[in-house]
């Protein structure tokens, strides 16, 4: 990384007050319109769309991260022609300029190149001979500064709308090219790392769920397998139903009135909108819980969406929307992890009933595969290696994310300054 490029600011270096803060006395203060235009993307019709070809960047494959092609609808290749001027390319700069998610910004990659833009999606165009670098206007739009100045400028009723007038009075603190592409250098150093860091947590997660299919059908070191109510299995495994392997305890929502935001009593938990990567995060806390989940139970959302899971780090009331699972006589890892894996079942009776839940007598009944006890243990501690392999990298992301945080405020206000002499 290039972040060695960057020094605290010396003594020397003299501010100036500007509307939009203090600045470096060889900084200018630009009026975006001076710089770009926003371009707005073609009308097509929904007659030109087929299911494959040249993608169509609609308002809802613009994402904070960049653009994905989610559910995306393309039109025929012949007809690239026609649209030249909406022919996207790489470092674009696109913003949703309608809608409930109006200001949403995402940076167009190779990847999802060639492509063109929807009506209702905007890019921002740099004019010509601007003194201004694609990198260093990407990074500086990025910011919540940017987003917060822009909907504040939008035009409209109950839902804002962006306009090419809507930037003209937003000001921007301009460096020198020279400064302008090192201090893009050095944003675009921790981006790549984030990059990468994402990258790793997909693919870690790609190995564990092919993992977790062998592990949990096939099992360690197995040649014979037999027909089950699960598919195959190991002849040496049994099937066993939850209830058998594990106390159960339906949540029940307590009283709003003894629940609060404040710290009072024990952390409660409602559903599924609670669950992290594998623990929940407390939002409400209860002074007179109906249904408690002790610390190290397997926590299951009940309600849509059902099956997922986490585990409760501490004592915790439990909500209507969970279950908590204890298990008995089984390693508890590994139940963990089988019901992660099995939970499909749960799924498909949920998605057969009227509010997509599953009651107490669904969950007791799920079928899971046991194993001998050494070789649970064995196979929730290889899964439980690639768990901790996650963990790691999702820390690691995270410090990469506050470091962009913080250089972005800091480099992009000339509180530090690039170093001359790279």
């Known amino acids: 990384m290039v972040i060695r490029q960057v020094s605290t600011l010396n003594m020397g270096t003299k501010f100036k007050r500007t509307p939009i803060g203090d600045l470096p006395v060889d900084w200018e203060v630009v009026r975006l319109n001076d710089l770009l235009d926003l371009q707005g993307g073609y009308p097509f019709q929904s007659n030109n769309f087929q299911d494959n070809g040249i993608p169509v960047v609609r308002i809802s494959n613009v994402k904070p991260k960049g653009i994905y092609l989610d559910n995306c609808v393309y039109i025929q290749k012949e007809l690239l022609e026609n649209y030249k001027e909406y022919l996207l390319e790489d470092g674009d700069a696109l913003i949703a300029m309608s809608g409930a998610t109006t200001g949403k910004i995402g940076i167009v990659s190779k990847d999802v190149l060639p492509a063109v833009f929807n009506q209702r999606v905007g890019r921002f165009r740099i004019k010509n001979n601007a003194r201004i670098s694609k990198g260093y206007l990407n990074q500086i739009i990025l910011t919540n500064n940017f987003k917060t100045q822009l909907l504040l400028n939008a035009a409209g009723g109950a839902q804002p709308n962006v306009s090419g007038n809507n930037i003209e009075k937003i000001e921007i603190a301009l460096p020198s090219s020279h400064e302008q592409n090192k201090i893009t250098e050095i944003l675009m150093s921790v981006d790549n790392a984030l990059e990468k860091s994402s990258d790793v947590i997909k693919k870690t997660k ?75 995060k407390a939002r409400y806390w209860c002074d007179k819980p ?17 099956g997922e899971i986490n585990i409760a780090p501490h004592e915790s009331c439990i909500g209507r929307g969970l279950s908590a699972i204890r298990p008995k006589n089984i390693d508890k890892d590994y139940l963990f992890y089988a019901i992660a894996f099995y939970k499909t079942m749960l799924i498909n009776i949920a998605q ?71």
């Not at 506050?402 to 170093?419: A, D, E, H, P």
């Open 206 to 280: 790609q190995l564990k769920k092919g993992l977790m299919q062998q592990l949990l059908t096939r099992g360690i070191g197995h040649n014979k397998f037999k027909n089950s109510s699960i598919g195959k299995i190991p002849i040496e495994w049994d099937v066993s139903i939850l209830y058998d392997i594990a106390e159960i305890e339906m949540g029940q929502s307590p009283s709003s009135n003894d629940c609060n935001q404040e710290g009072v009593g024990i952390p409660f938990y409602q559903g599924n909108a609670d669950f992290g990567e594998l623990h929940p």
């Open 290 to 306: 109906k249904k408690i989940a002790k610390q190290g139970d397997i926590l299951i959302s009940v309600r849509a969406p059902v």
């Open 352 to 422: 057969g009933s009227t509010f997509e839940s599953v009651n107490g007598k669904e969950l007791k009944n799920l079928n899971l595969p046991i194993p001998k006890r050494e070789e649970q243990s064995q196979i929730a501690e290889i899964l439980d290696s690639i768990d901790k392999s996650i963990e790691n990298e999702h820390a690691y992301k995270q410090v990469l994310e506050q470091l962009k945080s913080t250089l972005m405020q800091s480099l992009l206000t000339g509180k530090i300054r690039v170093t001359n002499n790279v």
